[in-house]
């Protein structure tokens, strides 16, 4: 079965859940896949034969949409061993194994889980990190809504206390999704984390989720903070924090691949967090995450609206980019 066989018959299949999810990805991913696959098609159309232009053409085009140099080494390497080892001849078989092979990088290699880790008792700790403007708070408020909506119990800590308004904005996401709020402006957030999982015991909450500052300016300030932060969540709730997530804007392509690099240096980054991917037409940042940073890309945003904000899920992510080709 060829990939685009493969790929229908995932989706064709009666799974609501799925065809709402990857609804949403086609959606999310369409100025990408629009601007990605006219410029593949065009390729396929310029060239007559696959020789050495076509792969110099076709690097730069996936350099282009974000994939990471990196990776796009990688993956050329093995595109064309096998467009020798299989004697493709055609773009049309070509673009087949692009995709399959785009689906392999990700898949093969480091073992990275995209699931988030529940704590086996008590409340799941989820320390919220990444510079400002990227969506954080909102990130944050989304996942709330997510898990409020599973029918678990969700408490969310203030302590990006400094940052005019970010308590404030904090509290009217708790309301929004009757989550429990604990935060206190202009203090010490490793206080407020502190009181706020005392809290968060005593209300027997299920899921705690912490917005933190995010001055990437001052790597060494942020770390000791961080670091105290981690050393107060793990004394309160022993194995804490269960998941350390980064949110990262999608908008700004390699630039969130150095934030990511930065964070991993400070602090133990278990997941990314991609927002406004809908809002790029360099959607490939996905690959170049993974690739790169060696971290799994756990939740990607994939619009404005509160439920806009889903679980990483590598087939929908390739059938939402590629879907017009299959």
Do not use: C
């Amino acid at each position: 079965m060829g990939i685009f066989d493969k790929f229908k018959n995932i989706f064709n299949k009666n799974n609501e859940t799925k065809k709402e999810d990857t609804t949403l990805y086609e959606k999310g991913l369409e100025k990408t896949r629009k601007e990605f696959v006219s410029k593949l098609n065009l390729l396929g159309i310029k060239y007559t034969k696959i020789d050495d232009e076509y792969f110099e053409e076709l690097e730069q085009l996936l350099i282009m949409a974000d994939i990471g140099v990196n990776t796009v080494m990688n993956f050329m390497d093995r595109l064309k061993s096998r467009v020798k080892s299989e004697h493709i001849t055609d773009t049309k078989t070509l673009n087949e194994v692009i995709i399959d092979e785009l689906f392999i990088i990700y898949v093969e290699g480091e073992s990275l889980t995209d699931k988030i880790k529940m704590a086996e008792s008590g409340p799941t700790v989820i320390l919220m990190v990444g510079v400002n403007g990227v969506g954080k708070t909102t990130t944050i408020g989304k996942l709330a809504n997510k898990y409020n909506e599973e029918g678990k119990k969700v408490m969310l800590i203030a302590a990006d206390t400094f940052r005019a308004g970010a308590v404030e904005q904090l509290r009217v996401w708790a309301d929004r999704t009757n989550s429990v709020f604990y935060g206190k402006e202009n203090t010490d957030p490793a206080g407020v984390i502190y009181d706020g999982l005392e809290m968060a015991k005593k209300e027997a909450t299920d899921i705690v989720l912490i917005d933190t500052a995010g001055r990437l300016q001052n790597k060494v300030n942020l770390m000791k903070e961080l670091e105290k932060m981690n050393k107060v969540i793990a004394k309160i709730i022993p194995g804490a924090p269960h998941e350390t997530l980064l949110v990262i804007d999608a908008t700004t392509g390699q630039n969130g691949i150095m934030q990511a690099k930065s964070f991993k240096e400070i602090t133990n980054i278990t997941g990314i967090v991609l927002t406004k991917l809908d809002g790029t037409a360099k959607g490939g940042i996905v690959l170049a995450i993974k690739e790169d940073v060696k971290i799994p890309v756990k939740f990607i945003g994939l619009g404005e609206g509160i439920n806009d904000l889903k679980p990483f899920d590598i087939e929908s992510y390739i059938y939402g980019l590629f879907k017009d080709m299959m």
